[in-house]
């Protein structure tokens, strides 16, 4: 398990590709409420939006998970505590008035990157008005 990355996966790569050539600018793993121990992939600072880019095993895809038989108690607690983690992150940030966009490994960048710029617009244009 050493060996995952936990940064610079090649989903994120793609997503962050397709975000820049959006012309949108953003900050790469770091903490977007410095209180938390909490990091996210993607942040955009200035509109208090982040992006996480979840794996389909780690994160426990509801469209491709499947449970390994090995050891597959020890793997289906894992994933519940990444599940259980990941809603009590989100939570965090929410009452932090920020606004949390999941991206899975799985989904095209491309359209992943629309929806965060839409995203990131929709707050721009809130706080603006």
Not at 1 to 7: A, P, T, Y
Not at 42 to 47: D, G, K, P, Q, Y
Not at 99 to 119: F, M, S
């Amino acid at each position: 398990m050493q060996s995952n990355r936990s940064k610079n996966t090649q989903p994120e790569l793609a997503l962050r590709r397709a975000l820049y050539a959006r012309g949108l600018r953003y900050r790469v793993c770091a903490r977007p409420v410095p209180e938390l121990r909490q990091t996210a992939d993607v942040i955009f600072r200035s509109v208090k939006v982040a992006v996480e880019v979840y794996g389909c095993f780690w994160h426990g895809c509801p469209e491709h998970y499947r449970a390994p038989s090995a050891n597959s108690e020890f793997w289906s607690k894992k994933v519940e505590q990444n599940r259980r983690r990941d809603n009590e992150n989100a939570q965090r940030l929410r009452s932090a008035g920020w606004t949390l966009e999941v991206v899975w490994e799985h989904e095209d960048p491309e359209i992943a990157a629309e929806r965060v710029k839409a995203c990131v617009q929709r707050r721009k244009t809130a706080r603006i008005e």
